[in-house]
């Protein structure tokens, strides 16, 4: 059967990672590369990066991550921030990126969407989406949820699938830092809609919290950043769990 | 463009470039970085292919490839190579699309393939339950023993990203994997291997399956 995928998240900023890690005998937690690794040698399926960096350097610091990133490990990485037009795309493409993941800059140029997919294939194209719910309904939001946009989040994901999305990166700003689960009721909603695989981000905070994702919305993978960074979950242990609540999970 | 000058970056500092090891059949049909990485991190020697010369300077070969099977074929045919590749008699290994091209058809662009393999590549039919791109890590079980799969668990997981699959054939399916329906997740016919999944994105069974193609 095909597995539930399990996806920490790593905060890169000029090439070093920014949230604090504490989980295991790192000779240097900063080191992306290194905390990579660790997570790929206990069974995280795959992983993601989010580069933060904001100087005129970002393109050439976030090439030089990928390749250092696809020459250690071996498992699918996504690499997102920034990217805002093909010649991004296709650098990190060519330094080893399975991946890459737009947030912002397909919401103010939907169109890009094609043109990546076209000229990459939907499999490279990862949309990211923050979502914040605003008198009932579920916004789309910019800048880390600060920013409100026109669009409703359903609508908005159906037409990035239309147009050449090959996967759905969902974060619920809501619940993002809570650590109080997943917004399991809208990703069901949207993991029903589409037919494009949907990772649920923001909430997580226990190992309950993945098995109620999985259980309650089927969604492809869960992803998570400060639970894993912090050892509060070693993954291991929670594939332990998943598999013993009939979830289906990789083994390694 | 870039993607060239990337790989040719890469030839030029490789230091397991020689003889001996694997020629990579280049014909611009997708990224190698990764392969190529995960070949320098097991010490497996090696080279590209470009022109029928380089071809005696391998003891084995990868057909690598992603994107459009129909697009792919088209490629390879440009480079000239494709009656060297049909008359090769030691090892080959297609991975994803380098796979399907050595079926006979595929269903994506109602594609003439090279036809090493007297099977097809189809589409995944469209299903609710089902999501296409087949996207993650499935398991693959063995259909018959091979030194491929040799220290290689029954249903291990292999990582997958394909909407089109290769007919299940009891005659040159040698592991199987199921989605939608029952599939060749690798194929074998005298000197010639393929694999749908990447197994350079395979974490540790992946490497060894490589390391396993590069001592058949």
């Known amino acids: 059967m095909l597995s539930k995928r399990i996806i920490p998240c790593l905060d890169v900023k000029d090439g070093r990672t920014v949230k604090g890690v504490n989980f295991v005998d790192l000779r240097d937690a900063g080191d992306p590369v290194e905390l990579a690794w660790n997570y790929s040698q206990q069974g995280a399926d795959e992983l993601v990066f989010l580069d933060i960096t904001a100087t005129v350097e970002r393109r050439k610091t976030m090439v030089e991550l990928v390749k250092s990133v696809a020459r250690q490990i ?9 990217i805002n037009e093909i010649a991004d795309a296709d650098a990190l493409l060519n330094a080893g990126a399975d ?47 600060r920013v409100p946009t026109e669009k409703e989040t359903l609508d908005w994901i159906m037409e990035a699938e239309s147009r050449g999305a090959g996967e759905i990166l969902l974060t ?14 809208f990703l069901k909603e949207v993991n029903n809609a589409v037919n494009i695989p949907v990772i649920a981000s923001g909430g997580a905070g226990s190992v309950q919290d ?12 869960a992803l998570a950043a400060s639970v894993f960074h912090y050892g509060e979950i070693l993954i291991p242990d929670l594939k332990k769990v998943l598999r013993a609540n009939n979830i289906e999970v990789r083994e390694v | 463009m870039n993607e060239i000058k990337q790989e040719s970056n890469l030839r030029d500092t490789s230091p397991f470039r020689g003889p001996g090891g694997i ?23 090696y080279g590209m292919i470009n022109k029928e010369e380089d071809f005696e300077q391998y003891d084995r070969y990868i057909i690598p490839g992603v994107g459009h099977a129909g697009a792919a074929m088209a490629k390879l045919e440009h480079t000239g190579l494709v009656p060297s590749i049909k008359a090769l008699k030691k090892p080959v290994l297609g991975i994803c699309v380098g796979m ?39 398991q693959v079980f063995p259909e018959m023993g091979n030194a491929l799969f040799e220290n290689i668990p029954n249903g291990s997981h292999f990582y997958f990203v394909h909407s089109y699959f290769i007919e299940y054939n009891v005659t040159y399916t040698l592991s199987s994997t199921t989605y939608i329906n029952k599939f060749s997740a690798s194929i074998m016919r005298d000197n010639f291997y393929g694999v749908q999944f990447h197994p350079e994105k ?14 058949i």
Do not use: C
């Open chain 2, 100 to 138: 399907q091209l050595l079926t006979s058809y595929s269903e994506e662009g109602d594609s003439k393939l090279l036809d090493l393999f007297p099977i097809k590549t189809l589409k995944f039919a469209g299903d609710t339950n089902f999501k296409v791109p087949h996207t993650g890590w499935n």
């Open chain 1, 210 to 221: 993945f098995i109620d994702v999985f259980k309650q919305s089927n969604v492809d993978a």
């Open chain 1, 74 to 82: 071996n498992i699918p990485f996504t690499i997102g921030g920034g």
């Open chain 1, 99 to 145: 991946k890459i993941s737009i947030n912002s800059a397909a919401v103010r140029n939907p169109a890009l969407i094609d043109e990546l997919a076209r000229a990459f294939g939907v499999q490279f194209v990862v949309i990211a989406v923050d979502t914040r719910v605003i008198a009932g309904k579920n916004i789309v939001h910019l800048n880390g949820g």
């Open chain 1, 172 to 185: 619920s700003m809501d619940h993002d830092g809570t650590k109080a689960g997943f917004d399991n009721r």
């Open chain 2, 202 to 215: 395979s974490g540790a069974y992946g490497e060894t399956l490589l390391k396993n193609f590069s001592k």
């Open chain 2, 23 to 45: 020629g990579i059949i280049q014909y611009g049909a997708g990224n190698i970085f990764s392969l190529t990485a995960a070949l320098e991190r097991l010490g497996i020697p």
